[in-house]
């Protein structure tokens, strides 16, 4: 099993915060990578929020590459943060990782942000396609006010070997996986969390519906639903066809996952719609254990579980700052201070729901809508 390490707040935290918080989590990741994501970003980033950061890796080449494609296609660079990298014994460095921001072409300057979107998400795949045969070039995130870090090893040896610990890199929303490798080769690609147009997500499982799934999202004719070297990363796929595309309140992305049985959907005051959603979605449905932590544009963040709860998973925090994570210890360490009677240990039906700024936490359970 994986762990999961998810903190939103209303005041600028380090990252530093979520892989502590992994380390108490230890016996459930082994070294097969480190996932960051970050939202909501300040230090150096605080003024150029409306501007597309691009996060990655790239080889000696593969930057020279890089930078021929985005002068080729209008985008003019404007700030730049690397990591301050310290030799860890057993991480072997890269040429270059980064978070650059760039400015728009000024073809695309004036058109709406959804056509913005489809920019940055068509550049992202296409650098991809230049460079993953020889993994000369990595592009894990390429939107406004994001970053993310990825890498194999242990966590907290590579929030060491970053130099996040020294680093002035905060943001109000952190993911963090400790990834445990099962069903696939360890791969960067293959390491959560997972971000495609504002929608975020990274679980704790394992989904053995993946191929139809993935076949289905495939077939939507939509160029965002690519790569899958997880099979968990259909859960943020899902998460932004049903919420983006679909335009779905965010509760029924759990009756999507973990659609109801018919005689509990008769229960619902919506069970005409769920009808509907469950029969035209069911290759949608997922199989096997899984908890899934997720965020949506605006910062909404929320936890889902399997419709039979098989893997561990805690909310809980302050009013201004909350945690998500696979253990209860990983919250211990991140948010002390807090009255632990209040901790909800989502059940199979619930969707815990934080809203924008970490100002409240909820319940919706599934049964009763």
């Not at 980033?45 to 000696?60: A, Q, R």
């Not at 959804?114 to 993953?132: D, F, Q, V």
């Not at 242990?154 to 610990?165: I, Q, R, S, T, V």
Request: charged share 25%.
């Amino acid at each position: 099993m994986c762990r999961l390490a998810a903190i939103t707040s209303n005041k600028y935290f380090s990252p530093m915060e979520n892989i502590l918080a992994l380390e108490t989590m230890k016996e459930g990741h082994d070294g097969s990578g480190l996932g960051l994501t970050l939202k909501g970003l300040g230090a150096e980033f605080t003024e150029l929020k409306k501007y597309p950061i691009m996060s990655g890796i790239c080889s000696k080449e593969g930057i020279k590459a890089l930078d021929d494609y985005m002068k080729k296609n209008g985008f003019s660079l404007k700030h730049v943060w690397t990591p301050k990298i310290k030799q860890v014994k057993g991480i072997v460095p890269r040429d270059y990782y980064f978070a650059r921001v760039y400015d728009y072409p000024s073809s695309c300057k004036d058109k709406s942000f959804s056509e913005k979107e489809n920019l940055l998400m068509n550049t992202r795949i296409a650098l991809r396609n230049i460079g993953e045969s020889d993994e000369s070039i990595f592009v894990f995130s390429f939107y406004p006010d994001v970053i993310t870090l990825k890498e194999v090893g242990d966590p907290l040896e590579l929030g060491e070997f970053f130099g996040l610990d020294r680093d002035g890199l905060k943001a109000k929303v952190i993911f963090a996986q400790g990834r445990q490798n099962t069903n696939y080769r360890i791969c960067l690609y293959a390491c959560h969390p997972f971000f495609i147009q504002g929608y975020c997500s990274m679980t704790n499982g394992e989904n053995t519906a993946f191929v139809p799934i993935r076949e289905f999202l495939m077939s939507r004719g939509f160029p965002g639903y690519m790569g899958y070297n997880s099979d968990s990363e259909v859960f943020t796929h899902i998460l932004h066809y049903t919420a983006r595309q679909l335009n779905f309140p965010l509760s029924y992305y759990k009756d999507v996952i973990t659609p109801l049985k018919a005689s509990e959907i008769e229960n619902r005051k919506d069970s005409g719609a769920l009808r509907l959603i469950k029969q035209s979605l069911r290759p949608l449905c997922i199989d096997g254990p899984n908890m899934v932590i997720g965020f949506t544009p605006d910062g909404t963040c929320f936890m889902v579980q399997d419709s039979k709860k098989l893997r561990p998973g805690v909310v809980a925090g302050v009013k201004g700052k909350y945690a998500l994570m696979s253990e209860e210890c990983g919250i211990d360490k991140a948010i002390q201070k807090r009255d632990k009677s209040m901790d909800i240990f989502p059940m199979k039906y619930d969707m815990v729901i934080i809203s924008p700024g970490a100002e409240e936490v909820k319940v919706w359970n599934q049964l009763q809508g």
